[in-house]
């Protein structure tokens, strides 16, 4: 091999100005991230608080990730339409008055409107993450520079119950939201100063798909409503049924004008006829249900079955994320080398092979098994978050990085929410028993587990190792211009 092609095929340095950007917006990210599990470990004090029984409170959780998931299209489009710079400063602003607000709740249903609003301001700012990092990486920097942003996104619901536990421990109940005032400032202030100014845009602004908004957003909503309304009456209630037929109905209304508008949707179903991206974007679905469901097991798996503390359910949560920790920068320096077609299926069989662990569990189960399951998921977390994001966008032309990247967070957070209502509804046993058992909670990890396995099968359909060209590498600094599409 020649110098020239040696030079060519090199990986692209990432240079202070890429560092300085995914620095400022990991910041934003990770307060979003963090916060959507750090209830989680908090639950039941929460809903002994309120006086809220499970059904109820875990709104909390599901609340929150459903505003991120209707926030997330919206952002999108504002973004192009107003410029990125402000609309991330807006996201952090309603994040920052959301996290107060739920400070000051009185009772459980004022706590889950406040948490519907921090939501909001969460899903705005992450896919302004990723369309700016996206951009300014390149296809050639793409997998590295992942493997650094995945860090908000995996690691940061990982470590939420830790600190949570550690809040609730030493503080009251109302820091687990106050924590996030004094970083919201100092994100929003970073942001001032180093993000590029929004360019003037002379082009007329793409209209906002209000027939989508309307479809799709209260599909997801009346979806997660009947799996959550199930663990307590059932899945042959009225209710239940009413909102599973009228989700599905909302889905196909959306699917039929998605396909049929002339206009840009607000989820542009067209990018699903490239195999590999509809195939990343199905693992990132189930990476959210299955992450986002064991994150929510757990602390109450510690609490109800080996009867630890708030403080201590939080920090066994550790080894889980030291597994992620350590399985994400592995993956970022291995992706773009090896490509996630053999990467992704290795992180999926160690998050079954650790789910198993935790269906066999129950009281008398020895922390050291529990401990080793915990690192196993963790790590193969690491190995799949990164490599699929990365072969996802590598998957699209540079224009549908911003529609992309929608789809990406929509999917990723309806998946998050819509695990949390299953393993509710699993835990209750479908209405049969209020208080979960040792037995439910050994049936909920089966959910993982499964997850994992499809995750396993649908790696299959990744694209290989990519294929560097002397025109992967951005044009110096042009690129790290937010909005630019």
């Known amino acids: ?249 909302l889905f196909t209304g959306y699917g039929v004008h998605a396909l049929r508008t002339t206009k840009t949707p607000l989820l542009d179903l067209r990018l699903f006829s490239n195999k590999g991206f509809t195939a990343s974007v199905t693992i990132m679905f189930l990476l959210g249900g299955g992450l986002f469901s064991l994150l929510f097991l757990l602390p109450l798996y510690y609490q109800d079955v080996h009867g630890h503390s708030v403080l201590e359910s939080g920090l066994l949560l550790a080894p889980l994320g030291l597994g992620t920790l350590i399985g994400m920068p592995v993956a970022g320096r291995l992706a773009d080398t090896y490509g996630a077609k053999r990467l992704v299926p290795t992180g999926a069989l160690l998050i079954a092979a650790g789910s198993l662990v935790l269906t066999q569990s129950g009281p008398d189960t020895s922390q050291v098994p529990l401990t080793f399951a915990q690192f196993a998921a963790g790590f193969g977390m690491g190995l799949v978050g990164a490599p699929t994001m990365g072969s996802a966008y590598r998957t699209v032309p540079s224009d549908a990085v911003g529609n992309a990247t929608g789809a990406i967070f929509i999917l990723n957070q309806i998946g998050a929410s819509l695990g949390i209502a299953v393993v ?11 208080a979960p058992t040792a037995q439910s909670f050994s049936n909920s990890f089966w959910w993982t587990f499964s997850a994992a396995l499809v995750v396993f099968l649908t790696a299959l359909l990744l694209p290989g190792k990519p294929r560097p060209t002397p025109s992967d590498t951005p044009a110096p600094h042009d690129d790290l211009v937010p909005d630019r599409t």
């Not at 979003?32 to 004090?45: E, H, R």
Request: hydrophobic share 55%; with cysteine; net charge negative.
């Open 424 to 434: 509710v509804m699993i835990l209750q046993g479908n209405g049969k028993h209020a």
């Open 1 to 249: 091999m020649s110098v020239n092609q040696a030079e060519e095929s090199a990986p692209a340095r990432i240079d202070a100005a890429l560092l300085t950007v995914v620095g400022v917006m990991v910041l934003g990210g990770m307060m979003s991230y963090l916060d959507a599990t750090i209830v989680n470990v908090g639950i039941s004090t929460l809903g002994g608080e309120f006086n809220a029984p499970l059904a109820t409170i875990e709104w909390v959780t599901t609340g929150y990730l459903l505003a991120v998931a209707f926030a997330i299209p919206l952002a999108s489009w504002a973004t192009v339409r107003f410029g990125a710079k402000r609309m991330w400063l807006l996201g952090l602003t309603l994040f920052l008055a959301g996290s107060t607000l739920c400070a000051f709740a009185w009772n459980a249903e004022s706590l889950i409107v406040f948490r519907v609003l921090q939501g909001l301001g969460g899903g705005m700012v992450d896919p302004i993450m990723m369309t700016v990092v996206a951009r300014a990486a390149g296809p050639k920097r793409i997998g590295r520079v992942m493997g650094l942003i995945s860090l908000p996104i995996t690691l940061g619901p990982v470590v939420g119950p830790i600190v949570g536990g550690l809040l609730l421990e030493q503080l009251s109940w109302e820091w687990l939201f106050l924590v996030n005032i004094p970083f919201a400032l100092a994100a929003m202030i970073l942001a001032v100063y180093v993000l590029p100014a929004d360019p003037p845009r002379d082009d007329t602004p793409a209209p906002l798909d209000a027939l989508g908004v309307l479809l799709l957003c209260p599909g997801f909503a009346a979806l997660v409503f009947a799996l959550s309304q199930a663990g307590g009456s059932g899945i042959s209630s009225p209710q239940v049924l009413m909102g599973l037929i009228g989700g599905l109905l």
